[in-house]
């Protein structure tokens, strides 16, 4: 935010803050217009398959492929399924033109509990049954798995939120990027707190963290047996409203995109 950005809203800032509620911060209109443009390449395809046809989990996951070659990225929202900031996001995606590879989206990775508005499935919590070097442990699981690893993905990024901030919440992990080794975690926090974190939050700044990708979670099951670029990102509820955290999704997984070349984005830097 600029200093005359600052000063035009200094007294809407002063009145959520009072309230307790962050407004809605000032996003990167260059990179979130080159994320709904349809490519110079020409007209981007869409495919639409269900997964988990025929059964209570049956859900869409959409393939968007630029004509030019590049990068395979997923987005998963609703892994969890009352983290409606992921979800609202990745419905979004789904209208989104890469320039070069292909974009596959899941809004609805678990669909029961989205509709339930509910964490977890029928089956537990869909974010612990994927355990290194075994199958998946419940159906939904195994047909999720059975998605990622046919498309091998170069990246994957699944959407989360959180009710506390990393560090100030000993048992809540918001305003957090977890990501496998090879990621580039550091860049997206630093875009995120550039772009969206409202200044007067400073404890919202987002917190990078290696994972060992040795616990039963989809991200780091796609960065050890696919080799993926792995990225679980977590904003908060805490002293968040829904529009800032939605916010910070949608630059999450557009700065995702143009880090590893689905979009491209002409220099000049965060509007
Ligand atoms: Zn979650």
């Given at each position: 935010m600029n200093r005359r950005t600052l000063l035009a809203t200094g007294s809407v800032v002063a009145g959520m803050v009072t309230a307790g509620v962050a407004s809605q911060p000032s996003g990167n209109d260059r990179l979130l217009?080159?994320?709904r443009?349809?490519?110079?390449?020409?007209?981007a395809e869409t495919h639409t398959e269900r997964l988990l046809?025929?059964?209570?989990?049956?859900?869409?996951l959409y393939e968007i492929e630029s004509p030019r070659d590049g990068p395979t990225a997923m987005v998963f929202g609703?892994?969890?399924?009352?983290?409606?900031?992921?979800?609202?996001?990745?419905?979004?995606?789904?209208?989104?033109?890469?320039?070069?590879?292909?974009?596959?989206?899941?809004?609805?990775?678990?669909?029961?509990?989205?509709?339930?508005d509910e964490?977890?499935?029928?089956?537990?919590?869909?974010?612990?049954?994927?355990?290194?070097?075994?199958?998946?442990?419940?159906?939904?699981?195994r047909g999720i798995w059975d998605a990622v690893e046919r498309r091998e993905p170069d990246v994957v990024?699944?959407?989360?939120?959180?009710?506390?901030?990393y560090g100030l919440h000993r048992e809540y992990v918001g305003q957090a990027v977890f990501h496998s080794p090879d990621a580039r975690g550091d860049e997206l926090a630093d875009a995120l707190d550039t772009d969206g974190v409202p200044w007067y939050l400073p404890f919202h700044r987002f917190t990078a963290r290696e994972t060992d990708l040795s616990s039963p979670l989809l991200f780091q099951k796609a960065a050890r047996e696919l080799e993926s670029t792995a990225y679980l990102f977590e904003t908060t509820e805490f002293l968040l409203d829904r529009e800032t955290r939605v916010e910070l999704t949608r630059l999450a997984a557009a700065h995702v995109l143009a880090m590893h070349g689905l979009l491209e984005v002409e220099a000049g830097g965060a509007e």
């Open positions: 217009a080159a994320a443009a349809p490519s110079d390449a020409g007209e046809p025929d059964t209570d989990h049956e859900t869409p609703g892994v969890h399924g009352d983290e409606r900031s992921g979800i609202a996001v990745a419905r979004e995606v789904v209208d989104w033109r890469p320039d070069a590879g292909t974009l596959v989206v899941v809004p609805e990775t678990n669909r029961v509990a989205v509709e339930n964490r977890e499935g029928p089956d537990g919590d869909l974010n612990r049954q994927f355990p290194a070097g075994q199958e998946p442990t419940s159906e939904l699981a990024l699944d959407l989360h939120r959180s009710l506390g901030v």
